[in-house]
């Protein structure tokens, strides 16, 4: 029995989405999130921060949901599980990196709007098989 850990990260875009196709024609986003922590330090009462980025990938459907509707600052809620990758450099060096695999993204309401609209399920047509389940949401947001 394997298990998953799940995390959720909320904080601001670093950069617009990157949306590309695997050679199946399978959507990949790749972004950036900063999350800020502050807080009081009790000795010196001053306000201190700190900022955490963190890479997170997305697959398919939601991949172009995230795409259509987010940019570079908006205020996210991102829910995935982390995900270890390794590669080779071209000089020999072995590589390491630790990624959000979402499950969902989402604008953060604290401090926006959002008008959500419905996106109909490609290939959702009667007698294929995708009968009750949900169309992905897409939800452009406005800063």
Known sequence: MT????????????????????REGQATT??????NRRWQN???NEWEES????DVVTWRDLAENVALSLTKGMRVVV??????RSWETEEGDRRFKVEIVADEVGASLRFATADVHKVERR???????????????AMPVEA
């Open 3 to 22: 298990t998953a850990s799940t995390t959720t990260i909320i904080g601001n875009l670093t950069r617009d989405p990157e949306i590309r196709y695997t």
């Open 30 to 35: 790749s972004l950036g999130v900063a999350v």
């Open 42 to 44: 009790r000795e010196t």
């Open 51 to 54: 900022t955490s980025f963190f």
């Open 79 to 84: 829910s995935g599980r982390l995900e270890q």
């Open 123 to 137: 290939g959702a047509a009667a007698g294929d098989g995708a009968e009750g389940e949900a169309a992905t949401d």
